[in-house]
């Protein structure tokens, strides 16, 4: 079976390749991959290389292939397990293997990530029933629970205590105030789409951030009256534009401080400000990754003595955080569309993902079999004078506030333009 695939070489080494993958072992699936999501995780990959702890030392003669917020179609099954799968399944995959290993789909393996047109999924993603069913419509949704089981897992992380007592009382503070900093990104995106619509919630949640066009776009979307019909007071801060940040922060706790503070950019003073805002037994957690081992932020820890005051890091979900999400998903309580903002084909993978810092918007979307630059949803109507296949998009996407959807995917599906 031949497969396209964006494969990592080395520090800024991605090449788009057409290769053999090897016959399907009796412990291993075929499967077809249909959607994947870019991550700046998957950016700070590939320009780390080696350097990256989930990437392998052998990578310049053994690349592995990029991409792990992916689902598709199985195609072929094993022996050892068509009494679990079956060829025409749809799946997704939670790429975090756990065991004490950092191995991760889109990093680790040569033959399983993400974009490809077809890959070999691993006996030891098998083994650790790390392949689930997606029974949501749509390949794109399947594809995007990967990064909300990773908020759904970091709002679990967080703990507080009692006063005199050395018991955790483990995720947020119910009903308590929640920020969120640098958040109108898509995995602050996710975050407060989850929140909002999760069991636990905060009684008071702002969400900050400097892009102004981030924010205009997540108030459109995510809006104040839907959070109140949830019970939660939402507020959204443009920092850029205050001159004391902390101040103004505090102000809405009336001085109090937030339970729950949760930092979306490796940003040196984004963490302190967090820091800063902690009210009593108050949460920081630290949920961007830094590409910079030596990336440091100051810390109090008078108040952390007195305070008692505390900072987790979380990194990614587990399996039953991705099965929480997608039930979510299938019965329609969140929403991923709200997180994509590009659509491309396999094509426009590789240049995506090296760039991506300076791609504006929110998730980009590939299509693995299909060949599409990559292309902003604002940008449809234009295209459109050009190319009918976008018009059909952007009326598509105009039913759906903007939105990506099933029926938008579907038609790409069937009149993009094939490539395998």
Known sequence: MKTRAVRLYGKNNLRLEEFDLPPVEEDEILARVVADSLCMSSYKAAILGTNHKRVPANIGKSPVIIGHEFSGNIIEVGNKWKSKFKPGDKFTVQPALGNNTLEAA??????????????????????????????????????LAEPYSCVAGTFKSHYHTRYGSYEHFMGIKEGGKMALLGAAGPMGTAAIDYILHNDKKPGLLVVTDLNSERLKRLTSLLTVDEAKKQGVTLIYQNAGIIKDVVSELLSYTNNQGFDDVIVFAPVKSLLETGDKILSTDGCLNFFAGPADPDFSASFNFYNAHYNTTHIVASNGGNINDLKDVMQKIEEGKINPALLVTHIGGLNAAADATLNLPQISGSKK????????????????????????????????????????????ENLLLQKGKKVF
């Open 106 to 143: 889109g990093y680790s393996f040569q033959y399983f990530g993400g974009d490809a047109t077809y890959v070999i999924i691993p006996s030891v993603y098998l083994k650790n029933n790390c392949i689930l069913p997606f029974k949501g419509d749509g390949y794109f949704m399947g594809a």
């Open 365 to 408: 979307l590939i299509y693995t079999t299909i060949d599409l630059p990559l292309t902003a949803i604002t940008d449809f109507a234009k295209k459109g004078l050009t190319d009918s296949l976008f018009a059909e998009l952007d009326t598509i996407c105009n039913n759906y506030n903007g939105l990506w959807s099933v029926e938008a």
